[in-house]
């Protein structure tokens, strides 16, 4: 489940030069009792920036910036939305476990939405989509103002949604306007922060001489970053494995590739990875130590981090973006009446 959603995720879709994103993703998980059963988390420009989960019971800041431009009143109205939001989702829960005929076991329901803004050209685009289980349940159509999806259980859902010219009109004012009015007041708040440029520091470690050689670049910023690997100047691509796109700690990220090579055959060849990032080139060609626990103690802490805001996005996704070929939406004509509540975007 984690990997077909991890196709969509952060590195799936990267803001260009010129385009920002804000975006939430709420993660509902029901099933496991050391997890929180709901999650929110805000991003503008892949930076998390607000905080909520189902423990805590509150919407805290991650960043500094957005601590020092809002007040009391903003993460109190937070908290109530992703509070409600929860709510609504363990109702949701038990219409959809009875539509797909479902009784015990582990089950999520994700829900992605946001707005990105090109400040070049002034361009706008918003995007809604959720999922059961880790596939696509609904999809929001902006340009033909409808939702669809790839799946008869979502029948009754689109029915109910697409049948409300008022909720219908709702979102589409929240993705057209409210949300790029927000993007563009935390672009502001967040000035100095977002338009950072760091390097990554790229080392190639291996845990013992027969194992893949891992290139593993770490404390970039901002996330667009290309990992390669050169065999004998030429680009390789056999036997590599790329990694996901990690958050640091520290608000950097972090990714890795990794390169199956059996030992004889880097001893013949001459091996490199190159990553570039915000159009910098870094090469390493030598292995640093063969023994990752002398990996800096700030890449484990990053990692351990990162893993932790890795779930909650995954199994939410970024999906939008990628609306695949051979996506064949199902049509609304039954006559089911359970709907999966849909939750208003919060402002």
Not at 18 to 39: C, K, M, Q, W
Not at 145 to 169: G, H
Request: charged share 20%.
């Amino acid at each position: 489940m984690i990997r077909h959603v991890l196709l969509l995720l952060l590195g799936a879709h990267l803001a260009s030069a010129g385009t920002h994103s804000l975006r939430y993703v709420y993660t509902a998980v029901f099933g496991i009792n050391d997890f929180p059963e709901f999650t929110a988390v805000g991003l503008v420009d892949d930076q998390q920036f607000d905080y909520f989960d189902s423990k805590i019971m509150k919407a805290v800041p991650k960043t500094e910036w957005i601590r020092q431009n809002v007040g009391a009143d903003y993460w109190d109205r937070q908290t109530q939305i992703c509070i409600g939001s929860h709510q609504t989702y363990k109702v949701d829960i038990q219409t959809l476990k009875g539509r797909f005929n479902q009784s015990t076991g582990v089950h999520t329901i994700q829900e992605m939405y946001g707005c990105e803004f090109d400040d070049q050209t002034g361009a706008t685009n918003g995007f809604y989509q959720d999922a059961y289980d880790g596939k696509d349940f609904v999809y929001l159509d902006l340009k033909e103002m409808r939702y669809i999806s790839p799946v008869y259980q979502a029948i009754p859902t689109l029915q109910k949604w697409n049948d409300d010219k008022a909720f219908l009109e709702t979102g589409k004012n929240y993705l057209n306007i409210q949300c790029i009015e927000w993007l563009q007041k935390y672009l502001q708040y967040g000035k100095s922060s977002l338009e950072k440029k760091v390097s990554p520091q790229v080392s190639l470690l291996q845990k013992s001489s027969s194992s893949p050689v891992v290139c593993h670049a770490t404390g970039f910023y901002p996330s667009g970053v290309t990992i390669t690997w050169m065999r004998n100047d030429q680009e390789h691509h056999e036997d590599v494995e790329v990694g996901e796109l990690l958050l640091n700690e520290d608000g950097t990220f972090q990714k890795t590739s990794t390169l199956n090579v059996k030992p004889d055959e880097w001893k013949k060849n001459e091996y490199k990875c190159v990553v570039e990032h915000q159009g910098k080139t870094k090469t390493a060609n030598e292995i640093r130590t063969n023994n990752v626990e002398s990996v800096p103690i700030g890449i484990i802490v990053g990692a351990v981090a990162a893993v932790v805001l890795l779930v909650v996005i995954a199994v939410a996704a970024y999906m939008v973006y990628q609306k695949k070929k051979g996506f064949k939406p199902v049509s609304a004509s039954d006559d089911g009446s359970n709907s999966s509540a849909h939750t208003d975007p919060h402002a």
